[in-house]
């Protein structure tokens, strides 16, 4: 299956803090590479990196300059290679226009949260209707303690939680977009049934 016409977003804001307050949280540099390296691995179209921020922007940007740029480019290039598919935005409507102008069609959302919702769609189902369906996808994944619940609601789907052996139900993002992406672009394992 090709992953080419999907995209992922890490949303800083809106996202909700312990507190259930709106907040922006701050880009960490593990989300950066890590998460640049797993798109990269998924043969994904882009990483959007969406904070409204002019500082944590000229962070990401300084990052990129080092890694895509300057030393860290002949020091690690596939470390360049990986972080070549990362673009900041400033808004969620920024990155769906930037994937708009880039495919011609306004991308599918799919939003991601550790809470079940009644219309939450599962692995298998999304699998197959992003190796069947025409794209683009823009899966959002939210830092803090999730994307606050319009954007969510407001989806053309939910995926459901990452359900582990446990009760614990806390992954870092990085760890969340790993699982998600291999449940849904990687080779199948165990058949693509219903679950």
């Not at 052996?165 to 058949?191: C, K, M, Q, T, W």
């Amino acid at each position: 299956m090709s992953a080419a016409c999907v995209y992922i977003g890490l949303v800083h804001y809106p996202v909700y803090n312990k507190k259930g307050e709106l907040i922006a949280t701050s880009v960490t540099n593990l989300d950066l590479h890590d998460i640049s390296r797993i798109g990269a691995t998924y043969a994904v179209a882009g990483y959007l990196v969406i904070h409204p921020h002019l500082a944590q922007q000229r962070l990401v940007a300084e990052i990129l300059h080092y890694w895509v740029e300057g030393y860290g480019a002949e020091y690690n290039p596939d470390r360049k290679q990986a972080l070549q598919g990362l673009t900041t935005v400033s808004s969620l409507a920024e990155a769906i226009g930037l994937i708009e102008r880039n495919e011609g069609r306004r991308p599918k959302i799919v939003t991601t949260d550790a809470r079940l919702f009644p219309n939450s769609i599962g692995y298998c189902p999304l699998r197959r209707k992003i190796s069947t369906e025409e794209g683009p996808w823009l899966l959002l994944f939210g830092t803090g303690f999730g994307l606050d619940r319009q954007t969510t609601e407001s989806a053309d789907y939910i995926l459901e939680p990452v359900w582990g052996r446990g009760e614990y139900n806390h992954l870092s993002v990085r760890s969340a977009v790993a699982i998600i992406l291999d449940r849904l672009l990687g080779p199948s394992f165990l058949g693509d049934k219903e679950n």
